[in-house]
C-alpha cells in the first residue's frame, strides 16, 4: 500500500488547512484511515482515525476543531483542521491499517503561526 498525502503548509493561528491522503496498492476492504504527528522533540501521536464503516476517534486535543472524513471509493482520508493553534504545527503523517498490515505516508508539515 501506498500513501500520498497533500496539504498543510504555514497557517495563522485560528485559520484552517485540509490535508488529504489517497491510498493506492493492495487495499483490503476493510480497513482504518488515519492521521498521526509528530512535533519537534516530542513522541508521534495519534490525530484521528476512520474506519471503512465511518467509526471514529479523535485525541482529545483537536475534538471540536478536527474532522476527518473519507470517500471509500477514492480510498482518501482527509482531515479539516479548524481553529489551529500553534502546538498543533507538526509533521503529520497518514497511516493506514487492516487486518494484515500497516503502512505509513510520507509526512507532511503543518505550521501554525500565533
Known sequence: VQLQASG?????????ARL?????????S?????????APGKQR?????ITTGGR?????????RFTISRD?????VYLQMNS?????????????????DDHWGQGTQVTVSS
Not at 488529504?20 to 483490503?28: E, H, K, L, M, Q
Not at 471514529?56 to 471540536?64: F, L
Not at 471509500?72 to 482518501?76: P, R, V
Open 8 to 16: 498543510g503548509g504555514l497557517v495563522q493561528a485560528g485559520g484552517s
Open 20 to 28: 488529504s491522503c489517497a491510498a493506492s496498492g493492495s487495499i483490503f
Open 30 to 38: 476493510l480497513n482504518t484511515m488515519g492521521w498521526y504527528r509528530q
Open 45 to 49: 501521536e495519534m490525530v484521528a482515525k
Open 56 to 64: 471514529t476517534n479523535y485525541a482529545d486535543s483537536v475534538k471540536g
Open 72 to 76: 471509500n471509493a477514492k480510498n482518501t
Open 84 to 100: 489551529l493553534k500553534p502546538e498543533d504545527t507538526a509533521v503529520y503523517y497518514c497511516w493506514y491499517g487492516s487486518t494484515f
